[in-house]
Each structure stands twice: as C-alpha cells, then as structure tokens.
C-alpha cells in the first residue's frame, strides 16, 4: 500500500562556524516543519557548522584560521552536538535528515557527513561523503586532514548520498533497489538553498516549505 509522507525541504544558511548558533537555528527551523505538517526535515550539505565556503576566495595559506576554526565547531558522534540533533528530532517527532562536519574526537579528520535521526531521537544512520569536495581539494594543504572515502551507509536505508554522489551510477542503482528517498530530499534542499555567505546568518532567511511523497 502506498503511503504519503510530507516531506520538508528545509532552504537556510547556517550561522557559519558557530555551532551552538546553528543548532538553535535547527531546533527552529524543524519547528516551523512540524508546524506545517512535515514528518520527515532534511536540511542542506555541511549545514553544521557550515560549510569551508573560504576556498574559494582566500589563498592556499591565508586559510588556516578558517580550517581551525572548522575543526573546532565540527559534530563528533557521538558528542555533545549530535545530542543535540537528536533531541530536536525527539521533540518535533519527526525523522531529521542533516548535513553535518563531522570530525573524529581525537585527530584532525573531518568527514562531509550526513546524519539521520528518528522520531524518538535514535540515531539511524551515518553517511562520509565518498567525494569530499571543498576538503578533499584542500588535502595537504591546510591544518585539517580529509577523511578517507566511505562505502558504509552509502547503500544503507538510513543513510543517503550527498552532493555529487547522487550523479554516481552504482550508488543511485542501490539506493533505488531500497527505495531509498531521504538523500534525495536533501538535494532538493541543497540545490535550491540561498547562497551561502561567509557571514553570519542573513537577516531574512527561506522558512521550510513543505511537500507530499508517495512511496
């Protein structure tokens, strides 16, 4: 029997590099989901804390402090933030699909990841990115050490592709062969994002919009 989710493509910038600013901002956001109706909120690539937007206007060695700072504001998992995420999901009883930074608890890897929640809060899934894009580029040549590629999730129910992994053939064929739908979701939600600044939050911001699915 077919079902009919509502889906919300949530279209925000994040408040960039400040991790605690940007999870308030999920927490209201999701808010304004639930509000018209979603069960499932799948926000934008890299959105906690942001994007390595700075690639492409700052030369190889004026970025270090940039690549610090995205280290220090990165989501472990688990971790404080990812608690956080999960807590959100919990409240609104929704499924949260998000793109985060991740990094390892101890080291200097971080991982283009996507992570998928509940409704009760549980972790459901973990995605790395197979192509790391902006950090991939700058391998060896910043602070920061990009994360290998991944295979696990990349077919997993839970989890999802990200970016440029939705063109990938092989990955596409597995996720339909599950009826995979999440990922793609989030790229409608990255693709028609507001361009990102390397700023704060802009002062008006696109509130989730939100569509029916038939599965």
């Known amino acids: ?69 995205l280290l220090e504001q990165s989501v472990t998992v688990p971790g404080p933030a990812c608690d956080r995420l999960a807590a959100v999901a919990r409240r609104a009883g929704v499924v949260l699909v998000i793109g985060v930074d991740e990094r390892d608890e101890h080291g200097g890897t971080v991982y283009n990841s996507v992570l998928t929640f509940g409704p009760d809060g549980s972790l459901l899934g973990r995605h790395r990115k197979l192509m790391l894009g902006e950090l991939h580029a700058a391998r060896a040549l910043s602070p920061l050490r990009a994360g290998p590629r991944d295979l696990a999730g990349a077919d997993a129910v839970h989890g999802g592709p990200l970016g440029r992994e939705h063109a990938a053939h092989r990955a596409r064929r597995g996720l339909l062969r599950r009826r995979q739908r999440s990922g793609h979701a989030r790229r409608l939600a990255c693709g028609l994002a507001p361009r990102r600044r390397c700023c704060a939050r802009a002062p008006t911001s696109t509130t989730a919009g939100c569509s029916t699915a038939t599965r």
Do not use: S
């Not at 949530?10 to 956001?29: I, K, Y």
């Not at 934008?44 to 690639?55: K, L, R, S, T």
């Open 1 to 69: 029997m077919d079902k009919t989710v509502r889906v919300a493509a949530v279209q925000d910038n994040p408040v960039l590099l400040n991790r605690e600013a940007t999870l308030d901002l999920v927490d209201e956001l999701t808010d304004q989901a639930v509000q018209q109706g979603a069960q499932l909120a799948v926000f934008p690539e890299a959105f906690v804390p942001g994007p390595p937007v700075w690639i492409d206007v700052l030369a190889v060695g004026d970025d270090e402090e940039w690549h610090a700072l």
